[in-house]
T-cell receptor, first 116, second 113 residues
C-alpha cells in the first residue's frame, strides 16, 4: 500500500487566494483526520471524518476553512481566502478503526503551505 | 484547550544515555496513549502505545510508563542513538470514543554522538 497520499507537498500562494489541499487515505480505512502543525501549537486536530461523515470540526480555526470527504478515497481541506497566519504544515491521517481498540493513525507526508 | 501537554520543547542527550520524554494530560476519559516520532519533511509515525490497564509497555529500546493517578506518561529510550533524533509527539484517545486523538506540542530530541 502506498500509504496516505497528500498533494501538493508544497504550496506557496498569496494572501487572499484560495488554497485546496488533497488527501487520499489508505484503502479500507474508515476514519480520516486533518491536522495542522505549527511551532507554537504543535499538532492541532482540525476536523475528522468517520465513514465520510464529519464528526467534529471544532478545531477548524475560522469559517475560511472547510473540509469535504465526497467518498472513502478522497478528502479536501480548503482555505478561502488564505492569510499569512495560515502558513503551516498540514497533515492528513487515516485510521482503520471506527472506535475502540488500537486507534493508531497513519499520517501522510504533509503539505507545507506558505501564504505570502 | 490543550488536553495533552509536553512541557519540554527540546531535549538533548549523549549517545548511549537514556532519553526521557514526558507528557501530561488533563482529560480523565483518555484511556489509550501513543507516542509518535517525526523526522523532518515526513509525517509522524507510530512508535509505541499503552492502554490504561497497564502501567508499562516495552518494545526494544523504547518503554512507555503510565501513571494514571498523576495523569502522566513518559517515554524512555535506552540506549539513545543519533538516529533517534526527531520530534516526539505524545497522543491520547478514549477507547470507545469517536476514534479521535489529541496530540501534545512535541519534544525535539537531539542525540549527540
Amino acid at each position: 500500500d502506498a500509504g496516505v497520499i497528500q498533494s501538493p507537498r508544497h504550496e506557496v500562494t498569496e494572501m487572499g487566494q484560495e488554497v485546496t489541499l488533497r488527501c487520499k487515505p489508505i484503502s479500507g480505512h474508515n476514519s480520516l483526520f486533518w491536522y495542522r502543525q505549527t511551532m507554537m501549537r504543535g499538532l492541532e486536530l482540525l476536523i475528522y471524518f468517520n465513514n465520510n461523515v464529519p464528526i467534529d470540526d471544532s478545531g477548524m480555526p475560522e469559517d475560511r476553512f472547510s473540509a469535504k470527504m465526497p467518498n472513502a478515497s478522497f478528502s479536501t481541506l480548503k482555505i478561502q481566502p488564505s492569510e499569512p497566519r495560515d502558513s503551516a504544515v498540514y497533515f492528513c491521517a487515516s485510521s482503520p478503526r471506527l472506535s475502540g481498540g488500537n486507534n493508531e493513525q497513519f499520517f501522510g507526508p504533509g503539505t507545507r503551505l506558505t501564504v505570502l | 484547550d490543550q488536553q495533552v501537554k509536553q512541557n519540554s520543547p527540546s531535549l538533548s542527550v549523549q549517545e548511549g544515555r537514556i532519553s526521557i520524554l514526558n507528557c501530561d494530560y488533563t482529560n480523565s476519559m483518555f484511556d489509550y496513549f501513543l507516542w509518535y516520532k517525526k523526522y523532518p519533511a515526513e509525517g509522524p509515525t507510530f512508535l509505541i502505545s499503552i492502554s490504561s490497564i497497564k502501567d508499562k509497555n516495552e518494545d526494544g529500546r523504547f518503554t512507555v510508563f503510565l501513571n494514571k493517578s498523576a495523569k502522566h506518561l513518559s517515554l524512555h529510550i535506552v540506549p539513545s542513538q543519533p538516529g533517534d533524533s526527531a520530534v516526539y509527539f505524545c497522543a491520547a484517545s478514549a477507547v470507545g470514543g469517536n476514534n479521535d486523538m489529541r496530540f501534545g506540542a512535541g519534544t525535539r530530541l537531539t542525540v549527540k554522538p
